[in-house]
């Protein structure tokens, strides 16, 4: 079985402008694509799970996702050699305007389902994979399908302490650095 980086897109690789859904309003979080290549490097796949209610609200389009998505793998192909093995992303919530994505449903974390896909058919173990997420919604559902090394990622510069069941970090080189995180 694989070990996989399962990581939130936007407020954790990027900076979160609110729905960024173009390349044109995307900023990488410093440190995000060295981080990307470091996990690679370890053998982990690189999985991308994240919430997009802007398609459900009517904001963008599906095509405007993937359009984004095919931007930021040429981006890290040209910069760092390396590529984000898949994308996942929950188009629903129940107070969308576009009916086809207005409901609730198993997949928009908290709730596991994106994980439960990614594990399945990627053929993930949990036990030996890890989650950085900008939000505890982000790593609620990971601790739910069995990953214990979770880390809240927050770039600003206040000073966290480590709570009970995951690890507050304040930067992508203190994730490398300063948890000395064996792999």
């Known amino acids: 079985m694989k070990k996989a ?12 402008f609110g729905y960024v859904h173009t390349i044109e309003n995307f900023e990488w979080i410093g440190g995000a694509k060295d981080s990307l290549l470091y996990f690679k490097e370890l053998g982990y796949l690189l999985v991308v799970i994240s919430n997009q209610s802007g398609l459900a609200r009517g904001y963008f389009s599906e095509s405007d996702i993937l359009r984004l998505h095919r931007s930021i793998q040429q981006d890290l192909r040209l910069s760092h050699q390396v590529e984000i093995d898949a994308y996942y992303y929950c188009s629903h919530h129940p107070e969308g305007v576009v009916e086809k994505y207005k409901k609730f449903c198993d997949c928009r974390k908290p709730a596991s389902g994106m994980f439960r896909k990614a594990i ?64």
């Open 120 to 183: 399945l058919e990627w053929e993930i173990d949990p036990v030996q994979s890890i989650v950085i997420g900008d939000k505890e919604k982000d790593l609620i559902p990971a601790r739910d399908v069995g990953i214990s090394s979770l880390f809240l990622f927050d770039s600003n510069e206040r000073i966290r302490q480590t709570v009970s069941w995951f690890s507050r970090i304040n930067s992508w080189q203190e994730l490398i650095d300063s948890y000395q995180i064996t792999f």
């Open 5 to 16: 980086d399962f990581l939130d897109r936007d407020g954790t690789l990027n900076k979160d």
